[in-house]
């Protein structure tokens, strides 16, 4: 039988769907060399897989071929995933579609929503409804044999969760990973052997799970939502790429959460708890501890990291109940680091660290693979060297990250090189009270240790200053003293989140440490709550007007924090619109407690969109060249990752 190719008629004839000619298109487009077949096809794309089998030259990599399983790492440090295919090949274009399917399953623009899309499926809970889905795919049995760390929490599990996929791969092991949410590109979430999965075998297993699942939904079991939908697929890519281990990381709560499908993970781990998403888990921490404790299960080791005296309750009195002991896992001594860096930042690391080493030595106790590590001469237990390794290179975008912006040109000064413009971003995602902490405290240290380096390049600049140290600026000796610093605050944050407590505690622990912030800039979010895009989406120039009463809110808020009372005067204050931003001297004039002119306060500003932002920082750079701009982005995990979209272009 031949296809039609590109032919509406002969579709919309046999009742495909949208995204189902898409599919049809994609595998005539190309040929795979499947490692798991999807349990059940319709008709018709089951003839466009017909011979899959049989073509052992795909140019897809194989599965154990851990190189090419994903691109490579942009040098920008940041940890960015690079893109090799070109935005207009039949890849991309496929990969677009995907996306675009995904979409079609949120049923909220925001987490936490209690109405959803008509015909959820009220009839069937959601773990009963995953369960189902899992059956569907005929990936019961399978999923029973994966090794899996579980692990949930309020702050740190994405850290924890990185740490030991690292520790275990250094280890020998081939591992799994599944972490949310993403910041640039969905296919983060997904990391096999260390390394985000390929957009070819994303969209294989995407759509093996795609058409299998929309063949059997009815109107009890509607296609899932998007978290669940990930969750099932991120189970299958596992299955099929046979990972030694999988580290699953809870979405949101833990009791509810679509990953507590896992019936006998081999450990579980409850990482720090916190007051967040109280609209859904519960404003005590009792009930958010309660939620978290929900993934424990009977004859389940299980690690918490050290918790407040009421949450730690709540964990006890569940693993007492279930017959399984818990046990505290005490932060990392530094000691132990036998000189290396966690390649995380943050004091608050070595709890995680800590945490992720009492899981990963749990992992090889109970799967047979621990060898008792050797002492020092005080008897006190060394990390193995995989171990070390591990917490060594783990990486985690957009936690504790810092992203020097090179899109300056290169000018002369005195026979030497410099940068005409000086502009780092600080990347932090925290949006809960305990994480602006951690993010303040990193902030602080972070700029400090950096102010403190230029400082020792000036002195050695001295000696010899046509010499550029570690591949840095270098500053001339008559040039230091007017060098200046200016710290910005790049904000945004859900309105379900308290910005009074976030902003307060931003601030104060900050000003503590000796950071004040110069300038506080507030922005919407490029990315939307109704869609999913990959890392190659376009951003658009010119983005349509937005409602910024929330912006203003939180410039309203921020003033009243720095300033000890409101200083808004009735209808005088304006947000800056693209033709009016704020000149390039206010990010240099002193900032002038009560007074305003132009309708801009001078210790902050609304901007209406992330791209002028961005724009207008980098112009202010370049016309300040001996400014050091150091921007903290923070409130968001979707503002860090628009953020990085937007650097990386």
Request: proline share 4%.
């Amino acid at each position: 039988m031949m296809f039609a190719r590109n032919t509406n008629l002969i579709y919309d004839l046999l009742g495909v769907t949208y995204f189902q000619k898409r599919e049809i298109q994609f595998f005539q487009r190309h040929t795979w060399k499947v490692s798991c077949l999807p349990a059940c096809l319709n008709p018709i794309n089951s003839i466009g897989l017909k011979s899959l089998h049989s073509d052992m030259n795909s140019w897809l990599p194989d599965p154990g071929d851990t190189d090419s399983l994903s691109h490579p790492v942009e040098k920008m440090d940041s940890n960015v995933t690079a893109r090799s295919t070109s935005q207009d090949s039949p890849l991309s274009i496929e990969y677009e579609h995907a996306m675009e399917a995904l979409s079609s399953l949120i049923n909220s623009k925001k987490r936490g929503e209690k109405h959803h899309k008509p015909g959820m499926g009220s009839k069937y809970k959601k773990l009963e409804r995953m369960s189902m889905y899992i059956k569907i795919l005929g990936l019961e049995e399978h999923i029973a044999g994966l090794k899996i760390i579980h692990v949930a929490g309020t702050k740190g599990k994405g850290s924890t969760c990185a740490f030991c996929e690292a520790i275990l791969r250094e280890s020998g092991f081939r591992t799994g990973l599944f972490i949310s949410p993403h910041l640039i590109d969905v296919r983060e979430r997904f990391r096999v052997d260390g390394l985000d999965i390929s957009e070819e075998r994303f969209l294989l297993y995407f759509w093996e799970c795609w058409n299998c699942l929309r063949e059997n939904v009815t109107e009890d079991l509607p296609m899932p939502p998007l978290f669940q939908f990930l969750t099932v697929l991120a189970l299958k890519i596992f299955v099929c790429e046979k990972v030694d281990v999988a580290i699953i990381e809870v979405g949101l709560g833990g009791k509810k959460d679509s990953t507590n499908v896992i019936k006998e993970p081999v450990v579980c781990g409850i990482a720090s708890l916190g007051m967040d998403h109280m609209d859904i888990l519960g404003d005590t921490l009792r009930e958010i501890a309660s939620h978290k404790a929900g993934i424990l299960k009977p004859h389940v080791h299980a690690f918490s990291s050290p918790q407040a005296a009421e949450a730690m309750e709540v964990l006890q009195d569940r693993s007492h109940d279930l017959g399984v002991p818990l046990e505290v896992a005490a932060p990392l001594d530094y000691k132990r680091l036998n000189g290396i860096k966690l390649s995380l930042s943050g004091d608050h690391q070595f709890i995680n660290a800590g945490l992720a080493i009492s899981l990963c030595k749990c992992w090889l106790q109970v799967t047979g693979n621990w060898k008792n590590p050797s002492e020092n001469e005080s008897g006190k237990h060394i990390l193995p060297e995989a171990f070390l390794r591990g917490l060594s290179t783990a990486r985690l975008s957009g936690r504790a990250q810092i992203v020097e912006d090179y899109s300056f040109k290169t000018c002369k000064l005195e026979g030497n090189e410099i940068s005409s413009g000086n502009l780092t971003f600080y990347l932090d995602g925290a949006h809960s009270p305990e994480s602006m902490e951690a993010c303040a405290r990193w902030f602080s240290n972070a700029v400090r240790a950096e102010n403190t380096t230029l400082q020792l390049q000036a002195s050695s600049s001295e000696v010899n200053n046509s010499e550029n140290i570690s591949g840095k600026r270098c500053i001339p000796n008559n040039e230091w003293e007017h060098n200046k610093t200016k710290q910005i605050l790049l904000f945004n944050c859900m309105d379900a989140r308290d910005p009074q407590v976030l902003l307060s505690r931003l601030v104060n622990i900050c000003a503590s440490s000796g950071s004040h912030f110069s300038k506080a800039i507030f922005v919407p979010n490029l990315s939307t709550y109704s869609k999913v895009t990959s890392g190659a989406s376009v951003i658009p120039v010119d983005i349509p007007a937005r409602d910024l009463s929330w912006q203003l809110h939180l410039q309203r808020m921020w003033e009243k924090i720095v300033n000890g009372r409101d200083v808004m005067l009735h209808g005088k204050l304006k947000m800056a619109s693209a033709e009016s931003l704020p000149s390039h001297e206010f990010l240099t004039e002193s900032a002038s407690c009560h007074s305003h002119e132009n309708g801009f306060l001078h210790r902050s500003a609304v901007i209406p969109s992330l791209p002028l932002s961005i724009k207008w920082l980098r112009d202010c750079a370049r016309e300040n060249p001996s400014l050091r701009i150091q921007v903290l982005v923070t409130g968001s995990l979707h503002l860090v990752g628009d953020v990085l979209k937007l650097l990386r272009r």
